[in-house]
C-alpha cells in the first residue's frame, strides 16, 4: 500500500517536521484551501442551524497575500490589523458582548498560531467578548451552538434619547 505524505502525517506515520522542504510547502498551500473550505462549511451549518441570526456570522478577510507593498500600506490606513480572528458573531449571549473566532483546519493540517492571534483574543476578551480558537469544524461548530444556547444579554439601559433608530451623523 503506498501512502502521500498527508496521509502518512495524517495516521501519525511521521511528523510534517520530518517531511522535505518543498513537500511541507505544498502541505501548507493545501492546509491553507482546506482551511478555507472547513471555515465555509462551519458558517454555512451555522446559517442552516439559526435561520434567523445566521447571516450575523461574518467572515472578517484580514489575511491573505498583497499585490504589492503599496496596497498592504493601504489596507493598514484603512484599519487592517494583523492578528484579527477570522469569525465574529455580533450577538450578545451569557453575559458576553459577541464572539470572536480564530478559524484553523483540523489538525494535522491546521497553520500555526500567531502571537498576533492570540493577542487579538486575549484583547477581546477583556472587552467583554467571547474569544476562541478552534481546530476544525467540529470544534467551531460545537462552541458556536454552545454559545448560541447562552441566554440572551440584556443591555441595562439604554440613553434617554435612544429612539431605536439609526443615528445619521453629518
Known amino acids: 500500500m503506498r501512502l502521500s505524505a498527508k496521509d502518512a502525517?495524517?495516521?501519525?506515520?511521521?511528523?510534517?517536521?520530518?517531511?522535505?522542504?518543498?513537500?511541507?510547502?505544498e502541505m501548507k498551500k493545501q492546509s491553507k484551501d482546506?482551511?478555507?473550505e472547513e471555515q465555509c462549511e462551519v458558517v454555512n451549518q451555522f446559517r442552516s442551524l439559526y435561520p434567523v441570526e445566521g447571516h450575523l456570522l461574518i467572515h472578517i478577510p484580514n489575511g491573505g497575500?498583497?499585490?504589492?507593498?503599496?496596497?498592504?500600506?493601504?489596507?493598514k490606513q484603512q484599519g487592517t490589523r494583523a492578528g484579527v480572528s477570522d469569525l465574529h458573531l455580533p450577538?450578545?449571549?451569557?453575559?458576553?458582548?459577541?464572539l470572536w473566532m480564530e478559524?484553523?483546519?483540523a489538525p494535522p493540517f491546521?497553520?500555526?498560531?500567531?502571537?498576533?492571534?492570540?493577542?487579538?483574543?486575549?484583547?477581546?476578551?477583556?472587552q467583554g467578548y467571547y474569544a476562541v480558537l478552534c481546530k476544525g469544524p467540529e470544534a467551531a461548530l460545537?462552541?458556536?451552538?454552545?454559545?448560541?444556547?447562552?441566554?440572551?444579554?440584556?443591555?441595562?439601559?439604554?440613553?434617554?434619547?435612544?429612539?431605536?433608530?439609526i443615528r445619521i451623523v453629518s
Do not use: C
Open 9 to 25: 502525517v495524517r495516521l501519525g506515520f511521521i511528523s510534517k517536521k520530518d517531511l522535505p522542504k518543498e513537500v511541507q510547502t
Open 34 to 36: 482546506l482551511e478555507g
Open 65 to 75: 497575500s498583497r499585490k504589492n507593498k503599496f496596497e498592504g500600506w493601504r489596507l
Open 91 to 98: 450577538i450578545a449571549r451569557g453575559g458576553y458582548f459577541g
Open 103 to 105: 478559524f484553523k483546519a
Open 110 to 126: 491546521d497553520a500555526s498560531i500567531q502571537n498576533s492571534q492570540i493577542q487579538w483574543l486575549q484583547e477581546m476578551r477583556a
Open 142 to 165: 460545537k462552541e458556536l451552538i454552545a454559545y448560541m444556547s447562552l441566554p440572551k444579554t440584556m443591555p441595562t439601559q439604554f440613553p434617554p434619547e435612544e429612539t431605536g433608530e
